[in-house]
């Protein structure tokens, strides 16, 4: 059993994006600019290396340095969980003995990418990658996008692991967290990983928001989650049809591009991208600047709800 006390993970935990330089080089001053930004405007935790952040497209050693850069920039201030998106379980094991190494504070842990694992063979991966970290680990459940699902039960089942604090649940089925608040109470912490599903989750109990439009709009985010902390649920609502237009913007294969236009044109980041993605162009982009350009516009003043 573990010696010391496990976090309880609760609040707005934005999935930072990777920066590059435009040759696709790791822009480790524009990250630090970033994360930096992002505390200073509330957030409760950083993670890393996610889809978001493009980790498909980054080697073991990159995905560590990012780590490592956001937890300089943190330097306490708020827990970096690093994402372990490995292809094999071997793999996953050497890069949470690195990240262990910088000290990150927790994990970000996927059942199974690539290959599509059953129940039997998701748990098991889980199970091992966090008994060998021994850092508090949070689970990210996403079978519309991974085609991997841990049920409630799944999750009974590994309630005996100490090790998994928290779950990231991206079912796109809102009628999950209720069945696992059921099923579970609270021995997890959870948080609800669909952006346009933010209100609704919080609605129902979860902690907290791993957020993706958080990278470019962190203190509209915290808004959020403090309006319905405190059940001030017309004024939340008001703030979120607003931010919805924006949200759905996460809820696409092309999320990455997506949210690096609104950072771009926000003025917290840029468009590079590495290769095979690229920026978006034409009637496509054309129709996502809209859309951030009309959340500019009509952008609320947060002052009204404090």
Do not use: C, F, I, Y
């Given at each position: 059993m573990s010696s010391r006390p496990l976090p309880q993970w609760r609040g707005i935990f934005p999935a930072v994006t990777t920066k590059f330089d435009a040759d696709e080089n790791l822009d480790v001053p524009a990250m630090e600019r970033h994360f930096e930004f992002l505390i200073a405007n509330g957030?409760?935790?950083?993670?890393?290396?996610?889809?978001?952040?493009?980790?498909?497209?980054?080697?073991?050693?990159?995905?560590?340095?990012?780590a490592e850069i956001a937890v300089k920039v943190s330097a306490g201030r708020v827990p970096v969980l690093a994402n372990v998106s490995e292809t094999s379980t071997r793999e996953a094991l050497r890069y949470v003995d690195g990240a262990n190494k910088i000290g990150v504070q927790g994990l970000m842990l996927m059942p199974a990418v690539i290959y599509v694992a059953d129940a039997r063979e998701a748990m098991a991966n889980v199970r091992t990658i966090a008994n060998a970290a021994q850092l508090p680990t949070m689970v990210y459940n996403n079978p519309v996008a991974y085609r991997v699902d841990l049920t409630p039960d799944n999750f009974v089942e590994l309630a005996d692991c100490e090790w998994l604090v928290a779950i990231k649940e991206s079912t796109d089925n809102i009628r999950r967290l209720t069945?696992?608040?059921n099923a579970l109470g609270t021995r997890y912490q959870l948080f609800i990983g669909v952006d346009d599903l933010s209100f609704e989750g919080l609605a129902l109990g979860c902690d907290g928001l791993l957020a993706g439009l958080c990278t470019s709009f962190p203190a509209e985010t915290v808004a959020l989650y403090r309006l319905m902390q405190a059940k001030r649920y017309d004024e939340a609502l008001k703030l979120y049809q607003w931010f919805t237009p924006l949200?759905?913007?996460?809820?696409?294969?092309?999320?990455?591009?997506?949210?690096?236009?609104?950072?771009?044109?926000?003025?917290?980041?840029?468009?590079?991208?590495?290769?095979?993605r690229l920026p978006l162009v034409g009637a496509e982009r054309e129709r996502v600047q809209a859309i951030i350009q009309k959340g500019l516009d009509t952008r609320p003043d947060l002052r009204q709800f404090f």
């Open positions: 957030v409760d935790g950083l993670v890393t290396g996610g889809s978001l952040g493009e980790a498909s497209t980054l080697t073991l050693e990159e995905k560590l340095q990012v069945d696992l608040r949200l759905h913007l996460d809820v696409s294969t092309k999320l990455v591009q997506n949210l690096k236009l609104v950072e771009a044109m926000v003025g917290v980041g840029n468009e590079h991208v590495r290769r095979p």
